[in-house]
């Protein structure tokens, strides 16, 4: 089964940008869709975004749509989420997932794994 591990989140400033990184183990990131969600402190989970393996089609979340970028590259079993004008409501746990059986990404972004998390604090 797949192991994921993110890295990339700290403190950012307002308005800055970030870069996630989510490396997958245990399986063939080729044959995969991928995807983001986060969960803020006392909030629920809400996906960010997905890729969807088949055809590529790529989904955001509507607050997030025109400054997040998701991309992958299979060679490496590494995908991205790039972020900019970073807001304070952008503070969470980001987590990255995937889905497996060759099973395409839908608008709700619910994965089978997941990682353990990396913490985004967007704050001056």
């Known amino acids: 089964q797949p192991h994921l591990v993110e890295s990339g989140g700290g403190l950012l400033q307002p308005g800055g940008s970030l870069t996630l990184s989510c490396i997958v183990s245990?399986?063939?990131?080729?044959?995969?869709?991928i995807g983001w969600f986060r969960q803020a402190p006392g909030k629920e989970r809400e996906g960010v975004s997905c890729m969807n393996l088949s055809d590529g089609k790529r989904h955001y979340k509507e607050s997030v749509k025109g400054r997040a970028f998701i991309s992958r590259m299979n060679n490496k079993n590494t995908f991205y989420l790039q972020m900019d004008a970073l807001k304070a409501e952008d503070t969470a746990d980001y987590h990255c997932?995937?889905?497996?059986?060759?099973?395409?990404?839908?608008?709700?972004?619910?994965?089978?794994?997941w990682g353990p998390g990396t913490q985004v604090t967007v704050s001056s």
């Open positions: 245990g399986s063939n990131l080729a044959d995969l869709s």
């Open positions: 997932g995937v889905l497996t059986d060759r099973r395409p990404c839908t608008e709700t972004m619910i994965f089978d794994y």
